[in-house]
């Protein structure tokens, strides 16, 4: 849906350079005691921050050789990538590896071989992912492995008709995707919910625990945590959206705009500037943004800033943290807000890095075979 959208119309505009200028600050605090804490989850962090800071046009606010000689420390020999130095390999921090060096367009410098053994070593008979060694199966992980190997042009490397085949069997009659088959449908998931660089996050069993302005609380998770989104993009990028109910989904997802503007993940919860991300992406996959109120959702995440010292939090007057600035910068990108780079709702990264991956490989191709047609 095209939009044209003046800050004049919405109230408060966005605090760009506060929300660059929070993210710069909370980078530098590496050595505060949340951050020691969790000091093996920084490298989601890092595409949480450095992610917001491209999409609002200052990925070049941070050094970037520095950036990436650390990621590529964080990886393991088996070709996965830890939270952080000397830290166990997972999807998870595998996958934001991969994104952050296609920000700063450094795929290049990864052993592609390594990393894609790594993750076809973790699909199962039935088509299924393990987040790692340990054999968790997850339809994140199976999002996960399709995104990592899409950015690295190796999605042919597995079995990407089972793969598929895994997913559609968590579909649910109402629509929504499980984590396993017969899971309970969520609009969201934490698929990218580890910890911010400071390291805000920590995940307790079926819970978050968060640490914030000195403030410890407890926000349950369901127990179901896997994502519409999860499911919705990988089919998305295997070019199979068409086992989608998109009506039906749609219809449920449009359901989650709440009276106070913003988006929740199920029916009674409160809303969330991070569904902003999860539901949004979804609708705009299956074509259905149009059914909800995109003027009053742009209204809520505005609402949600510090506009005094910079960031975004879950609802309006709560602590701002990475995590919810990004998904709300994310949400505002989405929806064609001034001065937000676009994002693709599928790879979440913005639209000019993943046309850089697959574009620019296009024209390699076109080029160096029109130059054999020659001779």
Same mark, same amino acid.
């Given at each position: ?7 004049g ?16 600050s909370v ?13 093996h ?25 520095e ?12 070709g ?6 000397g ?14 060096l296609?920000?700063?367009d ?8 390594k ?7 973790l699909?199962?008979?039935?088509g299924?992912f ?7 199966v ?10 990592? @190997?899409?950015?690295?042009? #190796?999605l042919?490397? $597995?079995?990407? %008709? /089972?793969?598929?085949?895994? &997913?559609?069997? !968590? ?10 088959p017969?899971?309970e449908?969520?609009?969201?998931s ?8 400071p ?15 000195g ?6 998770l369901?127990?179901s ?11 998305a990028?295997?070019g199979?959206?068409?086992k989608?109910d ?17 988006l929740?993940?199920?029916p ?6 991070c ?5 949004l992406?979804? @609708?705009?996959?299956?074509? #259905?943004?149009?059914? $909800?109120?995109? %003027? /009053?959702?742009?209204?809520? &995440?505005?609402? !949600? ?7 975004i939090s ?8 990475v ?8 949400g ?13 709702p599928?790879?979440?990264?913005p ?11 296009i024209?390699?191709?076109?080029f ?6 020659d001779?």
């Amino acid at each position: 849906m095209e939009m044209e959208i003046e800050k004049g119309d919405l109230g408060l505009g966005l605090a760009v350079e506060k929300h660059v200028k929070y993210i710069l600050s909370v980078e530098k605090r590496k050595d505060d005691f949340v951050s020691l804490v969790m000091e093996h989850l920084r490298l989601n962090g890092a595409y949480w921050g450095l992610t917001t800071l491209d999409l609002l046009g200052k990925i070049h606010a941070v050094d970037v050789d520095e950036v990436v000689s650390w990621i590529m420390a964080c990886q393991h020999e088996s070709g996965g990538f830890g939270g952080n130095i000397g830290h166990d390999p997972h999807m998870l921090y595998t996958l934001s590896a991969v994104q952050v060096l296609a920000l700063f367009d450094k795929i290049h410098i990864l052993d592609i071989d390594k990393v894609t053994d790594y993750i076809i070593k973790l699909q199962n008979e039935d088509g299924s992912f393990s987040g790692d060694m340990c054999g968790e199966v997850d339809t994140r992980f199976s999002y996960i492995a399709i995104c990592c @190997l899409s950015l690295l042009r #190796r999605l042919d490397s $597995i079995n990407v %008709e /089972k793969a598929v085949d895994y &997913i559609v069997s !968590c579909k649910n009659i109402n629509g929504g995707f499980g984590c396993t088959p017969g899971g309970e449908s969520h609009a969201g998931s934490y698929v990218f919910l580890k910890a911010p660089l400071p390291s805000i996050f920590m995940i307790l069993g079926d819970g978050l625990r968060v640490e914030q302005a000195g403030l410890l609380y407890y926000k349950r998770l369901n127990c179901s945590t896997i994502a519409v989104f999860c499911c919705v993009g990988a089919l998305a990028m295997t070019g199979s959206l068409d086992k989608v109910d998109k009506d039906l989904l749609g219809w449920r997802l449009c359901e989650r705009q709440v009276k106070s503007r913003g988006l929740n993940g199920r029916p009674e919860k409160l809303p969330d500037v991070c569904y902003s991300w999860w539901v949004l992406s979804s @609708l705009i996959m299956i074509d #259905r943004v149009h059914w $909800i109120d995109t %003027e /009053k959702l742009i209204k809520f &995440i505005l609402d !949600c800033q510090d506009t005094e010292n910079g960031g975004i939090s879950d609802r309006p007057d709560d602590a701002v943290d990475v995590f919810h600035t990004y998904f709300g910068v994310a949400g505002l990108s989405l929806l064609k807000y001034p001065r937000v780079k676009p994002i693709d709702p599928a790879y979440a990264l913005p639209t000019d890095v993943v046309n850089r991956i697959f574009f620019n490989r296009i024209l390699y191709y076109y080029f160096f075979n029109s130059a054999d047609d020659d001779h």
